[in-house]
Every structure is written in structure tokens, then in C-alpha cells.
């Protein structure tokens, strides 16, 4: 753990290179010009704060109250442009720092202090905090999703800290450096007045620039001249050790994921209960492993449009069919990965499409997955009559072993199955095929555009060449932490290795349409309807490496992920 606080806090000192952190220097240095070190001392405790309380709290307080995260950067990006305009306005400015000084209540003595700046400060900072979308390396991408599964403790916080204080303190040395400056500047010049307005300016247009994205457009522009400078900011946190502490910190410790196949049936201690439940369709009342007591139940954690789970339902299927009435239960927990897997409808629609008759349970606050820790789609709990797990196994695969464990556990419960193993064809590949690809940045991997991934909109290019199972994007393109929505002129690519190719879409219109090419060659388009997977390239069989280019309608389709067969 210490180790992990060590990388996170020298992550966040060295963000103050990165080119994310710099449409925030000109407002910082703006902001400082108007006083001392306790005003930048306010700034830099306002960026802390503010982006702490929104990285580690922002599912919990979307979930409590109707919050459009947006709506709290629009209401940011005001204040910053209000600050700028109480540089522009030296009386604004004098009357704005008597107003915040009185609205900081217990502190209103010790700031009324002239140039101390200190509520000012903090002010603008936190307004900073809440529009700074920092570049996601592993360490923020992993306290991002635990925050977005609300699996935040004392450990993510105390990372979350060491981060943000490994940036507080060269943002503190440069609002310092700022004051300092400009304070000399004074000084000896009788122009330093109208240069605090030139200040207030430049703020007034870096806010406007921040939200309309269009900083993160000349980011990119800059990138695009010098690209080894990305590829050297990312180096620090891609080694194995760090990645290690990651998986220790998110509870993915490395643990076995297939029992020994030699043993069908093992001894796994008491099941956990299902718990935190939004929803259960396919049978009328709510479930409990206490109640099914005396039943073999077979829990499987799936989401729709994983490509994995879609594969192991044919067998799930047949074996509820064909053993239901000597006993087996079935419970499907669905826990979305997406956020539009959380709607019932889309749910229920997959439900139907699949053919699945065996109750499901929507667990879409992780709950029931958390209470069994479990940390793979698809997973599945095999528990015997008396409410033990006998049996786990994770991924595809293994469908005959666990068919033998669900007739074993049958006949241990008193009921002999007789005949053949249900005759559905294992449709696991067997073959190297290019991995399962997420295209948001909270789980991005292999992205080949040479600019680095920033939320909001911003321009793409592609690279000269693509490698083998890395994609590029082309155009304008929205890239948030699920997924990434398409902008004017957005094109993907991909070099791919597989027999078949799948993309999960959220569409912005149903009849939308995507182009699809193959080595240059016109496929047939994907006909947008609503939010699934869908099936993008068939070659039949036969496994062949090709790059695939996608050419989006003008505006608002969101991809989310690729997988292969």
C-alpha cells in the first residue's frame, strides 16, 4: 500500500506536465495575480477539495439527488468567468471579495485581511476542481471505477489523497510563483492595473475555452507536434508492480480462476445471500437462498451485452429446461457494465431475445456482486440443497464439467438423471483472437491515435500504421468514461484477429447507420435500433487478421466496447 501512495502522489505532482492540467495555468495564473500566497494557497486547497469530492462522490450523490454532472461544470465555468470579470472590473472585483469573505461565515475576520485573498482563491479553485477533466492514467481509472461501483474505503480515499496532494504541491509553487511575479511587477510598473484586466481577459476566455471542449482541441493540435511527449507521460504508470497494487486495491487479487477440473464438486462454505436487488423479472416475488433451501441453485452473473455471457446462455438454457423439474434452480444475476444495462426494458428485451425462462435478478448497484465478491462476467455459483457453493467457474468453457456437478448435486438431493449430456455445442473460441477492447477511457487500452484520450470533444487522427489489436479514432469524437460518443467526421479503426467482430452501440436515433468497411472493401452497414450488441463482421469460420474502419452517422452514437469470436 505504501508503494501505491508513493506512485500516486509522484502521478499526480508530474500532472503538472501533462496537457491536460494546462487550460487551468492561465486561470490560476490569472487568479493569483490579485494576491498573496494565502490566496494561492485558496486556489490550490479549492482544485484539491473539489476534485476530490467529485471523483470519490459523484455516483453517490447522482444516486441521491436527480444531479446532471454537467450542469455542475456549466455552473463552474460561470464562476470562473465571474472571477475573471472582478479582474476586468477592479470595483467588481473589490465588492466580489467582501461578498465571499462574508459568505465563508467563521473565517470572515481573519480574510477580511486586505490581500489575503484566501476565500477568492478557494473559490476559484474549487470551480477549477469541478471543470478539470485530468488525463485517466490506471491509477485514476481505477479509483474512478471503484467510485462508479460505490466501492470507495478508507484505502481509495487515502490514494485518492496522495494524488491529489502530489498535485496541490507544484500547482501551490506555480499560483506562488504567479503572485510573487506579479507583485514585483507593481512594483515597477504603472501599467500593472491594466494588466490585471489583460489577466481577467485571458480568464474570461480560457473558461470559455474549457467548456466548450475547444481547449481539448488544441491539446490535441499540440500533441500532434510533439507525440513522443505522451508516450513519455504515460510510461510512469504502465509497470507491472503498480499494476499489481492496482488489482490488490480494486480486490482483484490474483486468485485461481478454474477449479481443479479433476474435482467436479468441492467444498466452497455457505453462499451469500442475494442482496440489494432493484428488480426481478421472470417470476413473481422476490427470491432468497434461504427459501430455494433444499433446491440445487446455479447462480450466474451475466450482462446482456457481453459477447461472453451471450455465448454460455444457449447452455443455461437447456440445462434449466431439461433439470428444472428435478430440482435446479437457475437465478441470472444481471449486473450492468454499462449504464444503459440498467434499464429494465433493455433488460427485459434481452430476456426475451435469448429465451431465458429461469428468474432474473437485476442487480444494478453491485451488490449481490460485491456480497460475493466476484469479479468476472460471466461467473457462475453452483449451491448444493443444504445452501453450500460446491462448485465456481469463471469465463467460458467447462460446460460439460458443470453439467456433471449440477447431476451430481441432483443425485445427491435424492433425484437420479439418467441419458446423455445436454447436446449444445461449445461455442468458446479456441483460437488467439484480438481481446475484448472497451472504448471509453476508464478501461481503454491499445489506442493507437497519437493524442492522448481527454473527456470531452476533441479531434483524432489516425496513425500511419495501425498495430495488431489496437484502434484509432478519426474525427471528433466525445470520449467519456464508458464510452465514446461520435462528433462530426468520427471514423474508427481497428486491426483485428478474429472470425467474428461485435460492438455494443447506443445509438442516437434508431434507422441510423453505421458504414463498415474491411480492408477498404464497403460491408454491410449495421442498422442502428437501441442499445445491444451487434454483430459487425461474420468470416464464417475462418480466422484472419484484417483492419476494420466504422463511419459514424453525424453526431451522438456511442460505442462502448468490441469483442471477438
Known sequence: MVTLLIFSFLAGFITILAPCIWPLLPIVFSASSGGGKRKSLGITLGVMTSFTIFTLGISYLVKIFPINPNSLRLVATIIIGLLGLSLLIPPLGAQFEIFIN??????????????????????????????WAPCAGPILATIATLSATQSVNIKVIAVTLAYVLGLGVPLYIFSSFSAGLFKKMRAVNKYTGVIQ???????????ILIYTNYAQVLQARVLNLFPG???????????????????????????????DDKKILSQGGPAPEFFGIAQWLNVPEPLTLQALHGKVVLVDFWTYSCINCVRTLPHLTAWYERYKNDGLVIVGVHT???AFERETKNVENAIKQFGIT???AQDNDYKTWQNYHNYYWPAEYLIDAKGDVRRKHFGEGGYDQMEEAIRALLKENGTNVAGALSAVKDQTPRYDRSPETYLGSRRMERFASPENIFRGDQAYTLPSEIPLNHFAYQGTWDVQPPYAKS????TLEFKFKAAKVFLVVGPAHS????KVFMDGKAMDDIILDN?????????????????LRLEFPDEGTSVYAFTFG
Open 229 to 259: 511527449y505522451s508516450r513519455f507521460l504515460g510510461q510512469f504508470e504502465n509497470n507491472s508492480g503498480l499494476q499489481k497494487e492496482l488489482d490488490n486495491l480494486a480486490g482483484r487479487k490474483s486468485q485461481s480462476i478454474t477449479e
Open 358 to 360: 429461469y428468474p432474473v
Open 487 to 490: 462528433g462530426p467526421g468520427a
Open 102 to 131: 462574508n459568505l465563508l461565515g467563521p473565517w470572515q475576520n481573519k480574510l477580511k485581511k486586505e490581500g489575503t485573498g484566501f476565500g477568492a482563491g478557494l473559490v476559484t479553485g474549487f470551480s477549477l476542481g469541478l471543470v
Open 336 to 338: 450492468p457494465e454499462f
Open 511 to 514: 434507422g441510423d447507420k453505421i
Open 197 to 207: 484586466q489583460v489577466f481577467g481577459l485571458v480568464m474570461i476566455i480560457t473558461a
Open 531 to 547: 442499445q445491444r450488441l451487434y454483430d459487425v463482421i461474420d468470416l464464417k469460420g475462418t480466422v484472419e487478421t484484417h483492419i
